[in-house]
């Protein structure tokens, strides 16, 4: 895999669950050497999700392209730096300060070597007055402000505002902690300065950091944004709408053109030629109306049947999906965002491809491996790459 960019960076992972090992898998999937490191017994996210003959599938993902090395960090503390002395990176996912309380802080790390990058994923920071306190993903969505928009407007309902149906921040948090160990090998390498550094990334920040231009405008005016359910207070006409199957709708038709390209496929040209819907801003006042005169025409039509006529008419719109629709979809299966892969562990299954793609190339070979057993690699790295002796018999 010469091709694919990361070929030669070599990381080592102290992951578990989601946010660690999510980075690493992007950084694999580029083609980075990944060591995970597992306790004895695994790492506790193959307990997670459906499993088959008691393999998660879920870890045939989450540990995709990577190798396994069963390790205790309490006892065999001598061979995790002989690892680190090898590796470009560190990223690890442990409560803020546990490397420290198993002697094996930056400072010991960089002492092994002073190239490493370390990555460190945690609920709420390596400081600040919250570091010890646990976190999960739940937690960052809820702190970050994130929970506080996806709730129901107010007085519609009196169910708690769900949560978005995936461990966001986790993912959020992996996504930077990629970007941020990226720049500081750029930094080591490409300037010259040849030191690693540490990258300091949490859960809760990840969040925050997508609160758009909320934060100053709480400064200029005291204004908080409330929950809007599945609208956008800043754009109109914008929601889901239901369908005459039962299904929803997505319709973004808030720019001028696009809104009387909408109003003229559901009947109602006039609204569109209407002043009081001459403008975004306008049409954000006359929300109820417009979205009550689009509501009144998808319940009519099934949702496929709305799509194909709005997409006629140029209008942004879709079905709402479920892992089914994704799945059959000839655009997912075209740009192979889904690949068939063999599992040897449970068999013929699906994966995602991954979400960057370079030089227009097809990603078919991005999965060079599933997620392997618990310390399948183990006898590989500590004896061929690390070159240490084997315990005669």
């Known amino acids: 895999m010469s091709n694919l960019p990361l070929v030669g960076l070599k990381v080592l992972e102290i992951g578990h669950y989601v946010a660690a090992p999510f980075c690493t898998r992007i950084l694999a999937d580029l083609g980075a050497e990944v060591i995970k490191l597992e306790p004895p017994g695994g790492d506790p996210f193959r307990g997670w999700?459906?499993?088959?003959?008691?393999?998660?599938?879920?870890?045939?993902?989450?540990?995709?392209?990577?190798?396994?090395?069963e390790l205790d960090l309490k006892k065999d503390r001598e061979v995790l730096l002989k690892l680190a002395a090898r590796a470009d990176v560190l990223v690890e996912n442990l409560r803020a300060g546990q490397l420290e309380r198993l002697k094996i802080g930056p400072d010991v790390l960089h002492e092994a070597n002073p190239r490493l990058v370390i990555a460190r994923i945690?609920?709420?920071?390596?400081?600040?007055?919250?570091?010890?306190?646990?976190a999960f993903g739940a937690i960052g969505e809820a702190i970050g402000g994130l929970r506080h928009l996806t709730g129901h407007p107010?007085?519609?309902?009196?169910?708690?505002?769900?949560?978005?149906?995936?461990?966001?921040?986790?993912?959020?948090?992996?996504?930077?902690?990629?970007?941020?160990?990226?720049?500081?090998?750029?930094?080591?390498?490409?300037?010259?300065?040849?030191k690693g550094r540490v990258v300091d990334v949490n859960l809760v920040d990840s969040v925050f950091s997508l609160m758009e231009g909320m934060l100053p405008e709480y400064a200029l005016d005291g204004r908080v944004r409330q929950p809007a359910g599945a609208a956008l207070?800043?754009?109109?006409?914008?929601?889901?709408?239901?369908?005459?199957?039962?299904?929803?709708?997505?319709i973004a038709g808030n720019s001028d053109l696009i809104f009387s390209r909408l109003m003229?496929?559901?009947?109602?040209?006039?609204?569109?030629?209407?002043?009081a819907y001459a403008t975004n801003g306008l049409r954000c006042d006359h929300r109820d109306a417009l979205d009550a005169a689009i509501s009144a025409w998808t319940r009519t039509i099934t949702a496929k049947d709305a799509e194909a006529i709005l997409e006629a008419a140029e209008v942004p719109c879709s079905r709402l999906f479920d892992i089914a629709d994704c799945a059959a979809?000839?655009?997912?299966?075209?740009?192979?965002?889904?690949?068939?892969v063999q599992d040897p562990l449970i068999g013929r299954t699906l994966h995602p491809g991954p979400a960057i793609r370079l030089d227009g190339e097809r990603p078919e070979d991005v999965v060079r491996w599933t997620g392997p057993g618990v310390g399948a690699h183990t006898d590989h790295v500590l004896h061929t790459l690390l070159g240490l002796p084997r315990n005669p018999a």
């Open 329 to 340: 979809d000839p655009h997912f299966r075209e740009r192979q965002a889904v690949q068939h």
């Open 233 to 250: 207070p800043t754009a109109s006409p914008t929601n889901t709408y239901p369908c005459a199957d039962g299904r929803w709708l997505c």
């Open 264 to 275: 003229a496929a559901i009947g109602r040209p006039e609204m569109a030629a209407d002043a």
């Open 154 to 194: 107010g007085g519609t309902t009196d169910l708690p505002p769900p949560r978005c149906g995936i461990s966001i921040s986790d993912d959020l948090a992996g996504l930077y902690a990629a970007i941020g160990l990226l720049s500081a090998v750029w930094q080591r390498d490409a300037m010259g300065t040849g």
């Open 49 to 69: 999700g459906a499993a088959k003959d008691g393999h998660s599938v879920w870890f045939s993902i989450h540990g995709r392209n990577k190798l396994s090395v």
């Open 122 to 134: 945690s609920g709420y920071g390596q400081d600040g007055p919250y570091r010890d306190k646990p």
